[in-house]
């Protein structure tokens, strides 16, 4: 069965550390992973997307990791801010098209504390 | 360029009622997508349409959900009768990736949802 995890569900930092999410995936047959941000009450916004032949993806000071082999994911936030409270979504395209199904952890709620 | 726009954004119904989500995703994107969103927990798709084909329904609950889209455009989702079970947020999707089109990302942009609360 295709799952993906996020641990931890939730994680509390004071603003100004660099912190890191994960992401565990159960099948390396993926065609793409993608991280999202949601605030509260609404929709998703993409982050950042990782094709499978490509082992990271920077934007500003958000950093996302790819590690097929392993079925593992790492979000990487320098510098956080209080503006970067929200819940950070994994979600990954398993198979070797773009029509796959998009399968979605259940997130981490993260707080950064001013 | 417009967003993904849904409606309504709140719902409040009692449980065997029926209602209705509309969606109107980004013009000129072939590929539709209806989520559920149970609090706490992360989307869990309901539904995929290629123009107005369905792709992937198999997580749909058929004996009391439907969603159609109409002239491969706007979406509509319909549960009837709701169950406690059923409250969430009702997330919508659209992808440009076209039938065909075997390459690219098909990165998908969410509307901001549809909040449905079942008593």
């Known amino acids: 069965k295709q799952e993906v995890t996020q641990i931890p569900a939730a994680l509390s930092v004071p603003e100004g550390e660099n912190l890191v999410l994960n992401c565990s995936f159960t099948d390396s047959a993926i065609y793409n992973l993608q991280w999202f941000r949601q605030d509260p009450g609404k929709g998703l916004t993409s982050l950042l997307l990782i094709q499978s032949s490509q082992r990271e993806q920077t934007s500003g000071r958000l950093n996302a990791s790819l590690d097929k082999s392993s079925g593992r994911s790492t979000l990487y936030i320098a510098a956080s801010q209080p503006g970067d409270s929200a819940t950070y979504l994994c979600?990954?395209?398993?198979?070797?098209?773009?029509?796959?199904?998009?399968?979605f952890g259940q997130g981490t709620t993260l707080q950064v504390k001013p | 360029e417009a967003g993904v726009a849904q409606s309504p954004r709140y719902k409040i119904i009692e449980k065997r009622q029926s209602v209705a989500f509309w969606c109107n995703p980004i013009?000129?994107?072939?590929?539709l997508y209806w989520y559920q969103q149970i609090l706490g927990q992360g989307p869990k798709l309901l539904i995929q349409?290629?123009?107005?084909?369905?792709?992937?329904d198999s997580q749909l609950p058929k004996d009391r959900f439907s969603a159609e889209r109409l002239k491969g455009v706007d979406s509509t989702l319909k549960i009837q009768p709701a169950k406690l079970e059923d409250s969430a947020v009702y997330l919508c999707?659209?992808?440009?990736?076209?039938?065909?089109?075997?390459?690219?990302?098909?990165?998908?942009?969410f509307g901001a949802g549809s909040r449905l609360t079942v008593l």
């Open positions: 349409f290629q123009n107005n084909g369905v792709v992937d």
């Open positions: 979600a990954v395209r398993f198979g070797s098209s773009n029509t796959g199904k998009l399968i």
């Open positions: 999707a659209s992808s440009l990736r076209r039938a065909g089109n075997a390459g690219g990302a098909n990165v998908l942009t």
């Open positions: 013009s000129g994107h072939a590929t």
